[in-house]
């Protein structure tokens, strides 16, 4: 079911209701105390100042100092309830967010920096709405002090508050309209120039390689200015919406002292009342100044709930599935007539504890194979089985259990060199069978060496090595590597060959590579030319044909 913007946001203030209530009331302490101190101060003039009384004037001034002590401690206590709210509800979203990238199901992948600026920016403005709400609330409290403050002074000025009130809130509420709209704009555009430049940063090795640098330099300079632009159109929409609103307030207050000043010239409200009067027309600013800034967030808040709606939203790559897959897997995979993208009547298997080789002509066709074996995605025709039971229907956490799919572009985390070759009984042999003894040999710490985000610490050649003996050491049932030696010398390719091939025996390995060395030591190699099976055999048998020879050896 989808969910809306409005949904995530009345979700996000829900689930923090208690301290959104309790900062709400002590707020609205705070204010009402603040529309008060103008009351208090007219009974002093009409009762102590007037009368002389020395010791009415100092009960008054006890009464105001402890008024002042509880409205101050009432606004301390309300923002904490408030930012903790705002805190929580934020981190909340963020695990929302985090949970629907990392579903197994897929189908939420965009621009890293993109998905980041959701999960960050778009979440904690969410979450600003439950630590804005309770001052919303106080300063309708404040309003209704003063009506009812007002009311008992002169029913006229009461009324002009009460009745002028839902017009001017009406009317907030249009103006937040466009910043809404040029909110979202600005955080779209925003979180699109961060993923531009999350990729430009992750490939920048790669750019300098085939110097494409000025070209990425100026598409993200392109992107840039879209944001700017977009930044400076919300800003002077935040502009228009803070002045409009208080012009509006200013026309308001005014027409409130002017009312107060008449009564008092009339001789109908005494002199503490006019103090009273002109005292409370000023506090107005103060909760019609809250409105604004109320109004502004709740129009960015909503802005950013349907960005993170549309995260939530994002339907799928596959679907869930209820079939099981036998415990433990034997590991027989077999591709029945499977069509998808470059892939067209693919039909091979590979037997319990076989090496395969796979090697692909065309990348595109070896990006889908890659997709079906490891469920990214479902295949568009015929099926992909592991022990007789179609892929298809089975949950793709579970898939994954059994069917270990190592990306070539795979990433390391920040931790050390032995942490990213992950634990377990297989950690120790799968270093040896990958080669990263050698690696750690170069290293200051050795394997105790700390890796930086994604690995850029570590040459080419070294990441592949460590992502290589993590992928072995899960020990998964069927294991697909995708050229996981590219950036590897021939001589320690030799070895790694050698060291997978006597790892993984008597599990189901595919490498699916152009590698001679890696063939070499594969027990069956099937060649896709053109999307299509062209030939299996082994590599001594197929390196006789032109077209392996021209995909491996050339």
Not at 341 to 361: M, Q, S
Request: net charge neutral; aromatic share 4%; charged share 20%.
């Amino acid at each position: 079911m989808s969910t809306t913007g409005r949904e995530v946001l009345r979700r996000s203030i829900t689930g923090q209701r208690r301290s959104v209530g309790l900062a709400a009331l002590l707020t609205a302490g705070h204010q009402g105390g603040e529309a008060l101190v103008p009351v208090v101060i007219g009974v002093v003039i009409d009762q102590a100042v007037a009368g002389g009384s020395v010791g009415t004037l100092l009960f008054w001034l006890a009464v105001l100092g402890v008024l002042f002590a509880v409205l101050s401690t009432s606004y301390r206590l309300g923002a904490r309830f408030g930012e903790r709210a705002a805190e929580r509800a934020a981190h909340e979203l963020r695990l929302d967010v985090g949970r629907r990238v990392l579903h197994p199901g897929g189908g939420a992948e965009s621009l890293a920096g993109e998905l980041v600026s959701v999960g960050t920016s778009d979440a904690k403005r969410v979450g600003q709405v439950n630590g804005v709400l309770p001052f919303g609330v106080a300063g309708l409290v404040g309003l209704l002090v003063s009506a009812v403050v007002l009311l008992t002074m002169s029913v006229p000025l009461g009324l002009l508050v009460l009745l002028g009130t839902p017009p001017m809130l009406y009317l907030a509420h249009l103006i937040g309209k466009p910043l809404e709209r040029r909110s979202e704009a600005e955080q779209e555009r925003s979180a699109f120039a961060s993923g531009i430049a999350t990729d430009l940063v992750a490939g920048l090795r790669v750019l300098k390689g085939v110097g494409a640098e000025r070209a990425a330099v100026d598409r993200y300079r392109r992107t840039s200015q879209d944001s700017l632009k977009a930044t400076l159109r919300a800003a002077r929409a935040q502009a228009w919406h803070n002045g409009a609103l208080l012009a509006l307030t200013g026309i308001f207050i005014a027409l409130v002292a002017l009312v107060g000043g008449n009564l008092a010239a009339a001789g109908e409200i005494s002199v503490g009342d006019l103090v009273a009067a002109v005292g409370l027309a000023q506090y107005l600013i103060t909760p019609f100044s809250i409105f604004s800034w109320v109004n502004g967030e709740l129009a960015q808040g909503r802005a950013s709930a349907g960005r993170i709606a549309d995260v939530l939203n994002a339907p799928h790559a596959v679907d869930t599935g209820e079939a099981t897959l036998p415990t433990p897997a034997a590991g027989h995979v077999r591709l029945s007539a499977l069509g998808r993208g470059a892939l067209r009547d693919v039909d091979f298997e590979a037997h319990p504890g076989e090496l395969l080789g796979v090697v692909a002509t065309d990348p595109a066709a070896a990006t889908d194979l890659l997709d079906c074996l490891g469920r990214a995605a479902d295949p568009t025709a015929g099926t992909v089985t592991v022990d007789a039971v179609d892929l298809s229907t089975v949950d793709p956490s579970r898939v994954r259990e059994v069917v270990l799919v190592a990306a070539h572009d795979a990433d390391l985390f920040a931790g050390t060199v032995a942490e990213n070759c992950g634990t377990g009984p297989l950690a120790g042999p799968a270093m040896t069978a990958a080669a990263v003894d050698e690696v750690a040999g170069a290293l200051p710490d050795g394997v105790a060496t700390a890796v930086s985000e994604r690995g850029r610490s570590l040459s080419g050649g070294q990441r592949q090595r460590v992502a290589l003996a993590r992928a072995l050491a899960v020990d998964a049932p069927v294991l697909v590597l995708h050229d996981p030696t590219t950036a590897v010398d021939t001589v320690t390719e030799a070895r790694i060959a050698a060291g997978l091939a006597e790892l993984r025996r008597g599990r189901t390995t595919i490498l699916v590579t152009t590698s001679p060395a890696l063939l070499a030591a594969t027990d069956r190699v099937v060649l896709l030319d053109d999307g299509r099976i062209a030939g299996v055999g082994s590599h001594a048998e197929l390196a006789g044909r032109a077209d392996y020879r021209a995909a491996v050896l050339s």
